[in-house]
C-alpha cells in the first residue's frame, strides 16, 4: 500500500503564507490521484477545503488554494488567520484504493 | 446542500457486529462515489472502503478486508457498512464522505468495541 507524506506540523504567522505538501511514495502525485484537503479542528469533524487537486466548496475560503507543485499535492494558505490553526490532512486515490496523509499540524502564532 | 448522516454506532463485544448507515440528502447516490472512513479519537484519519458509483466496484482497507462489507441502496439513498468480526482496534468514529463536490462530512458514528 502507498504512503501518503505530509509535514507533521507547521507555523505560520498571522498574515502570512504557507504552503502544506502532500507525496506519495510511488512517485509524483498527479490529477488522476484526485488530491483532497480536508481541515479538521479539535473537536469538530473534518470538512473538506480542497477536491480534485483544485476545487473548493463553497465554504472554502479564498485565503486557500490547492494546486500540484514539484511532484507533491499543495495547499496554500495565503494571509493565514488565527482560526486556520488546525489539523490539514491530504488524501489520494490510487484507483479505488484511498490513502490519508497523516496530516500537519498547522499553528497560527 | 449535500447532507450526509451517519448513524448505526455503538458499543459492541469483540467479535460481535454492528451495521453502520449513511443517509445521504441533496444527492442522489446513485451514480455517485462514497466513501467510509474512521477516526481514533487523538488520531488521524483512515480510508476504510470506497464505493465506486460508475463501475459499482467496492474496494477496502487491508485492516477491514473480508470482515467489513460496504453496500448502497440508492432507493433508500443510503449508504451502509456492514461490520463483522469486530476486534478492539476497530474502536473509532466512522463517517461516510461523497465524493469531489458532494464531499460533505457528517458528525460521524461512534463504535466502541469492549468487553
Known amino acids: 500500500q502507498a504512503v501518503v507524506t505530509q509535514e507533521p506540523s507547521v507555523t505560520v504567522s498571522p498574515g502570512g503564507t504557507v504552503t502544506l505538501t502532500c507525496g506519495s511514495s510511488?512517485?509524483?502525485?498527479?490529477?488522476?490521484?484526485?488530491p483532497y484537503w480536508f481541515q479538521q479542528k479539535p473537536g469538530q469533524a473534518p470538512r473538506t477545503l480542497i477536491y480534485?487537486?483544485?476545487n473548493k466548496h463553497s465554504w472554502t475560503p479564498a485565503r486557500f488554494s490547492g494546486s500540484l507543485l514539484g511532484g507533491k499535492a499543495a495547499l496554500t494558505l495565503s494571509g493565514a488567520q488565527p482560526e486556520d490553526e488546525a489539523d490539514y490532512y491530504c488524501f489520494l486515490f490510487y484507483g479505488d484504493d484511498g490513502v490519508f496523509g497523516g496530516g500537519t499540524k498547522l499553528t497560527v502564532l | 446542500e449535500v447532507q450526509l448522516v451517519e448513524s448505526g454506532g455503538g458499543l459492541v463485544k469483540p467479535g460481535g457486529s454492528l451495521r453502520l448507515t449513511c443517509a445521504a440528502s441533496g444527492l442522489i447516490l446513485s451514480g455517485n462515489h462514497m466513501t467510509w472512513v474512521r477516526q481514533v479519537p487523538g488520531k488521524g484519519l483512515e480510508w476504510i472502503s470506497f464505493s465506486n458509483g460508475v463501475t459499482n466496484k467496492i474496494s477496502y482497507a487491508d485492516s477491514v478486508k473480508g470482515r467489513f462489507t460496504m453496500s448502497r441502496d440508492n432507493a433508500k439513498n443510503s449508504a451502509y457498512l456492514q461490520m463483522n468480526s469486530l476486534r478492539d482496534e476497530d474502536t473509532a468514529l466512522y463517517y461516510c464522505?461523497?465524493?469531489?463536490?458532494?464531499?460533505?462530512w457528517g458528525q460521524g458514528t461512534p463504535v466502541t468495541v469492549s468487553s
Open positions: 510511488t512517485g509524483a502525485v498527479t490529477s488522476g490521484h484526485y
Open positions: 480534485d487537486t483544485n
Open positions: 464522505l461523497g465524493s469531489g463536490s458532494a464531499s460533505s
